[in-house]
Every structure is written in structure tokens, then in C-alpha cells.
């Protein structure tokens, strides 16, 4: 059901090249959605309606959900959901408040200081996921950062679903609602970023999109990048487990099955120093996977190229391993969990010990799940309040400060050979500052 790497003795020098990794070619659909992404441009809200016809078999009047059908989703809504709904919110709330940044003003020299003040974006496109699964908990991972980052205006776009007569899935929406969010569309895939980055006769364009997607979302996003700001290319989620003989293999393959229930192509990995842990956990898997409602999408996400066990020597190959891996979701499942966790280096998030899994993180925890993948742990973070917001310098300078630092700011305009800059300096002053 899952391969094995056994990279027991030497590692490769570049780990990245045998490790199991999802394939996911954004270049080639970048071609694919360059025509949608130019139909909407120019067609405005008539082209996001005949896309959405083409590609989700449902014809809009409009795309901005009515009001009405928020207020029914929240007031249908199974009350064990609405509840789970709000602790979830209430919970990542506190974790991104935490998150805000306050102004910062440092006194360079007397009269002279440069302040760093943050600002956040003027309005953000807000993707939630449609399709194989429902994603409630995305609206919450999308919406409560930017809402802590005090970002003015807000929608949600997700794509229309048939069975729900043209909107998006009832809990999306209701999840809308109990976020305060009003302005939502009935739209999907690139046709959804290209309204966002252009702007519609329905929807006004917004400065920043985030959210995870397809890999034609993923395709729109890198394609319309500069014009609108991205949080990432959302790839395949993917798990990684660095787990020791200590770890208990039911506990270990439920999270990689956890995983493999999103997509025929996410990502299961378990690292171990232990012959045995990985003999449990491949004798454990198949009973639990025929347990389960989606089983062929597990067997095949499971059995696919970019899931495996890789056996390592000890622990410290493992974090070896693991950080060149760099995975969306990193359990640590050792004898002194915590400690290896601080040794990690690259992740997206890092899940601590037997009573923190994945699927904690995806829905309770308070962090966020909207996360690198694809190894872009290595450089880039997950969301957070931090994505929405800009760091401006303000700089505030005196005469006396400004003429104290005129014969540095000539001296190196000299240098660089823009002698210009150094005039713009000496204009102020009445007496030569040497040129």
C-alpha cells in the first residue's frame, strides 16, 4: 500500500531529489487560465458567468450570494456544527490577535528617527475550496487574520455548487455569517482570482488574494501575481511524521490517512529510525483505510509516488531529512518530542507529541492551516495576521539632523555615481556641504 526509502548509512547530498514529493506542473496550466484570466479582464462579470457555466454547470444571475441565503444557512445549521464552528473561531481568534503588530519609532540621532508603522492591506479576496470536500474551516483560517489585521474590506468567493442551487455549500456559507462576512460569490477556480485581481460590474478589485485552490486557483495566482498580492501557490497537502520506536503505529498511520483523504495526490510521509514502527504501521493501514468512507481516494493517494516510509539511522538524519522535506504538517512523534521539535528548521507548522495531530491544527488548534506546501516551508510562512500587513518606514529628520548625516548621504552619492542626490541634500542648506 505505501513504498519504502531506506536511506539508512550516508544521505544523499541533496535529499530533496529522492525524497516522495506530489508533482504538481503550475507551469503548464499557467497557459490553461491565461484566456480565462484575460476573458474576465474583459468581459467583466459576463465572462464570470459563462465560465461558470462551462466549468461548474451552473448558470448564475449573478454572482454575489444574497443576504438571505446567509441568514438560512446559519439558522439551518446542525447546532453541533455552529458550535464547533464558533469555538474554532473564538480559538484562532486569540491566537492571531496575539499576532498584531504595534508601531515601532527608533531615534537614529537626535532629531532624526524612522518609524515603522503597519498598515494593512486595503482589501483582500478571501478563496475558499470547493469540490471533493467542504471547507468551512478555511472561511475561519482566511477571514480571522485579515479581520485582526484590521483589513477594511473583505470577500469570500467559493464555488457554486448544483445540489445547493447555484451557491456555494450551506456550512461555507454559514461559516460566512458567524464571521460577520456579508460580501460573498458564488465562484470558483481562476475564473474567482481573475474577478478578484480585475474587478467585476458585481465585485470591486481586491489588493490581495489569498486562500488555498486547485492547481488552476494555484496557475491564476502565480499568473496575476503583481497585480494582486498572493499568499502562496497552494500545492497538494502533505504530512510528515518523524516518529522513533516510541511512537504507537495506530496513532501514526491514522495521521497519514488523515491526509490522504483530501486528494488522490496529497502527501503521506513517515520518517523513522525504527524497522519495527514501520512494519506496524504498513500492517496497520490497510485495516484502518477499509474503515473508511473515501478509501480508493486513500489507497491511491497512499500507493501514489509521493507517499512513503523513509527509514533513517537516528534522529539526527531524521531531522535531516525532514527539514529538507519541509512539509506543510510536521508531526514529531520521539522520546522527548519537544526537544526535536525545537531543532526543526523548516515546516509549516510542527505538531508536538501523541495528543497533537494534524487534524487538530486543521480545525481547533487556534493556528492557522493555510500553509506552505511543496516544500516552500524552507522560505515562506503560513498564514497570519503578518500577511496582511505592510511595514511602512516614515522617516522624520530635522534640519540639524538632516545636516549632520549630508556629508555621508554626498559621500556615497559620489560613490554610486549619482551625483544628484547629493545636490537634492545640499539644496537646503546655505553653506557647502562637500561635494
Known amino acids: 500500500m505505501i513504498s519504502r526509502i531506506d536511506l539508512r548509512g550516508s544521505l544523499p547530498a541533496d535529499l ?70 464558533e469555538e474554532s473561531i473564538r480559538r484562532a481568534r486569540m491566537v492571531h490577535r496575539d499576532q498584531r503588530r504595534t508601531d515601532t519609532t527608533t531615534r537614529v540621532v537626535p532629531g532624526g528617527t524612522v518609524t515603522e508603522r503597519w498598515v494593512p492591506v486595503d482589501r483582500v479576496g478571501l478563496y475558499v475550496p470547493g469540490g471533493r470536500a467542504v471547507y468551512p474551516s478555511s472561511v475561519v483560517m482566511n477571514v480571522v487574520p485579515a479581520q485582526e489585521a484590521g483589513v477594511p474590506s473583505l470577500a469570500v468567493s467559493s464555488p457554486p455548487q448544483k445540489e445547493f442551487g447555484g451557491l456555494p455549500h450551506p456550512t461555507i456559507l454559514a461559516a460566512c455569517a458567524l464571521l460577520g462576512v456579508e460580501e460573498v460569490y458564488a465562484v470558483g477556480g481562476a475564473q474567482a482570482v481573475a474577478m478578484f485581481a480585475y474587478g467585476t460590474e458585481e465585485c470591486r478589485p481586491a489588493t490581495m488574494v489569498t486562500g488555498p485552490g486547485n492547481i488552476w486557483v494555484a496557475a491564476a495566482k502565480r499568473l496575476l501575481k ?33 491526509q490522504a483523504e483530501h486528494d488522490v ?24 483505510v477499509s474503515a473508511t468512507r473515501h478509501r480508493e481516494r486513500i489507497t491511491e493517494a497512499l500507493a501514489g509516488r509521493q507517499s512513503g516510509i523513509v527509514l533513517v539511522s537516528d534522529i539526527e538524519a531524521g531531522l535531516k531529512v525532514v527539514d529538507a522535506y ?48 511543496g516544500g516552500c516551508a524552507c522560505h515562506s510562512s503560513g498564514l497570519s495576521v503578518q ?33 544628484a542626490h547629493g545636490a537634492a541634500v545640499r539644496a537646503r542648506f546655505d553653506w557647502e556641504v562637500p561635494a
Open 265 to 288: 495526490i496529497a502527501a503521506s510521509v513517515l520518517v523513522t529510525t525504527s524497522v519495527e514502527l514501520a512494519d506496524a504501521v504498513e500492517k496497520e493501514l490497510p485495516g484502518q
Open 226 to 258: 503583481g497585480r494582486i498580492g498572493i499568499d502562496s501557490e497552494a500545492g497538494p497537502t502533505e504530512i510528515a511524521v518523524l516518529a522513533d520506536e516510541t511512537a504507537d503505529p495506530v496513532h501514526v498511520a491514522a495521521d497519514l490517512i488523515s
Open 16 to 85: 530533496r531529489d529522492v525524497l516522495p514529493r506530489a508533482e504538481l506542473d503550475v507551469e503548464a496550466a499557467l497557459e490553461k487560465v491565461r484566456p480565462i484570466c484575460e476573458d474576465v479582464r474583459h468581459r467583466g462579470a459576463a465572462a464570470v458567468r459563462e465560465l461558470t457555466a462551462r466549468f461548474d454547470g451552473v448558470e448564475l444571475e449573478s454572482a454575489r450570494v444574497p443576504a438571505e441565503a446567509l441568514t438560512r444557512a446559519v439558522e439551518e445549521l446542525d447546532p453541533a456544527v455552529r458550535a464547533a464552528l
Open 387 to 419: 500577511t496582511f500587513l505592510r511595514g511602512i518606514h516614515v522617516v522624520d529628520y530635522s534640519r540639524e539632523a538632516l545636516a549632520g548625516a549630508a556629508p555621508y548621504v554626498c559621500a556615497l552619492a559620489n560613490a554610486e555615481d549619482l551625483p
Open 326 to 373: 519541509a512539509a506543510e504538517h510536521l508531526e514529531i512523534q520521539t522520546a522527548d518530542a519537544r526537544a526535536v521539535a525545537a531543532r526543526v528548521r523548516n515546516a509549516g507548522a510542527i505538531f508536538v507529541g501523541p495528543y497533537a495531530p494534524v487534524s487538530l491544527g486543521d480545525y481547533m488548534a487556534g493556528s492557522n492551516h493555510v500553509l506552505p506546501t
